[in-house]
């Protein structure tokens, strides 16, 4: 089945450093992707997110790269906010006809000033 | 952009009463409705799929009889937790898919319902 892998937070980081939470996925056929966000006391709220092998989505200076051959999608961010402290879920959606998504577990992200 | 409201936020409720979760898009049409489960530390779980006039879609181990779905209108969706017990304590949260042109995969989530069951 279907399975996605994140590290595990709390990550803590300062103001202006630069940012990578990684994740993995198991899937068969070829899944999208996606990165979600939840700040506190939100629902989740898509990030970004890429449908085939070699595309990169982004948004708000967060980036991630569909890679086939390592099964990864990793969210990187050049300088991070204090705004942007949150819990990111990685997820995909199969290639087949279901809807629901796979989740990570989550990392919370904290930024320091 | 599209909105999902849940209703309630928390509720705590004795061991063996019912308890009805409502699901919204406040403004969008979704024709599809999803129900996840989260317990802490762990990542959101599909319990089931709803469409608009049709019987849920539950995946493996979720017991539909236990959790009823009820998906009526364009725009709710309901999650009754029958004969409630204090394992079914969690964080459930909904999501809506529009149908609307440029939306393709994206679910819009609603902010999740506390459950603590006594």
């Known amino acids: 089945g279907n399975s996605v892998t994140q590290m595990e937070g709390p990550v803590t980081l300062s103001e202006e450093a630069f940012l990578t939470i990684n994740c993995t996925y198991t899937a068969t056929g070829y899944p999208s992707l996606f990165w979600y966000v939840q700040y506190p006391g939100e629902g989740l709220q898509l990030l970004l997110k890429a449908t085939k092998a070699d595309d990169k989505g982004s948004n708000k200076g967060f980036e991630a790269t569909y890679r086939k051959e390592t099964t990864s999608f990793h969210l990187e961010k050049g300088s991070v906010q204090v705004s942007d402290s949150a819990v990111y879920f990685c997820a995909l959606k199969s290639g087949g006809g279901a809807d629901g998504l796979t989740f990570g577990k989550g990392t919370h992200l904290i930024i320091q000033p | 952009g599209a909105v999902v409201s849940q209703h309630p936020s928390r509720v705590i409720c004795k061991s063996g009463t019912s308890v009805k979760i409502e699901c919204r898009s406040l403004d969008f049409q979704a024709t599809t409705m999803f129900w996840y489960r989260q317990f802490p530390k762990k990542s959101l779980m599909l319990m089931a799929t709803s469409n608009e006039g049709s019987k849920a879609t539950y995946e493996q181990g979720v017991e539909k009889d236990k959790f009823l779905i009820n998906h009526a209108s364009l725009t709710l969706s309901t999650l009754t937790v029958t004969s409630a017990h204090p394992e079914d304590s969690s964080f459930y949260i909904c999501?809506?898919?529009?149908?609307?042109?440029?939306?393709?995969?994206?679910?819009?989530f609603g902010p999740g319902t506390r459950l603590t069951v006594l």
């Open positions: 999501s809506a898919r529009s149908q609307a042109a440029g939306r393709y995969n994206e679910q819009f």
